[in-house]
């Protein structure tokens, strides 16, 4: 059973670049699309963007100019960077595998989340 | 983007009792080269990730009960629990994944009456 998990820091200051890995057990990353998706404290879910497994990426234009998501080091990782941050960023991040073997699917599993705050 | 809007915000339903959330696209999310709405419906409980209850608008996951069902078609579609049970209590959402950027209906807090 594929099984999700988020890292990275919990503190950001502004301006700064937030950094975080999904890192993806129980199966591989080939095959799929995943993605990044987030949800500021007590506000609905808003998807930042998607890989495939060949690199090609997918982002919501609302955070195109602040986002880069990537394949990690270790076939099983991928991670989100996002640039220039403010409170604004301050939310829940959760990876998520697109279900299907195609872009067009609902998110199934999900990561735990990794709370992340921007403050100085 | 395709805007999801969902109705009511908000919702208090007595246990046993039929729990009904709307959600509305704002462009159609039915794809009729094979007549498939890109539609799933989530459950959210707090401190979790959202967990998937229907895709393709009314195509139960395994191990959903029965009581949860997904109609609808187009643009509006809506999500119904036939007698609610109190681990229902939960934040709803919808989510279209016909087109990016993927969207999320603003969700819908289901309450003990």
């Known amino acids: 059973q594929v099984q999700l998990q988020e890292s990275g820091p919990g503190l950001v200051k502004p301006s700064e670049t937030l950094s975080l890995t999904c890192t993806v057990s129980?199966?591989?990353?080939?095959?799929?699309?995943w993605s990044w998706i987030r949800q500021p404290p007590g506000k609905g879910l808003e998807w930042i963007g998607y890989?495939?497994?060949?690199?090609?990426?997918n982002y919501n234009p609302s955070l195109m100019s602040r986002v880069t998501i990537s394949l990690g080091t270790s076939r099983n990782q991928f991670s989100l960077n996002l640039g220039s941050v403010t409170a604004a960023d301050t939310a829940v991040y959760f990876c998520?595998?697109?279900?299907?073997?195609?872009?067009?699917?609902?998110?199934?599993?999900w990561g735990q989340g990794i709370p992340v705050t921007v403050s100085s | 983007d395709i805007v999801m809007t969902q109705s009511p915000d908000s919702l208090a339903v007595s246990l046993g009792e039929r729990a009904t959330i709307n959600c509305k696209s704002s462009?159609?999310?039915?794809?009729?080269?094979?007549?498939?709405?890109?539609l799933a419906w989530y459950q959210q409980n707090p401190g979790q990730p959202p967990k998937l209850l229907i895709s393709?608008?009314?195509t139960r996951e395994s191990g959903v009960p029965d009581r949860f069902s997904g109609s609808g078609s187009g643009t509006d579609f809506t999500l119904t629990i036939s007698s609610l049970q109190a681990e229902d209590v939960a934040v709803y959402y919808c989510?279209?994944?016909?087109?990016?950027?993927?969207?999320f209906g603003q969700g819908t807090k289901l309450e003990i009456k």
């Open positions: 998520a595998r697109h279900f299907l073997g195609t872009w067009a699917s609902w998110f199934d599993p």
């Open positions: 129980g199966g591989s990353i080939s095959g799929y699309h």
């Open positions: 462009q159609t999310v039915l794809y009729t080269s094979n007549n498939m709405n890109y």
């Open positions: 393709w608008a009314s």
């Open positions: 890989i495939y497994d060949n690199g090609n990426t």
């Open positions: 989510q279209q994944y016909h087109s990016t950027p993927f969207t």
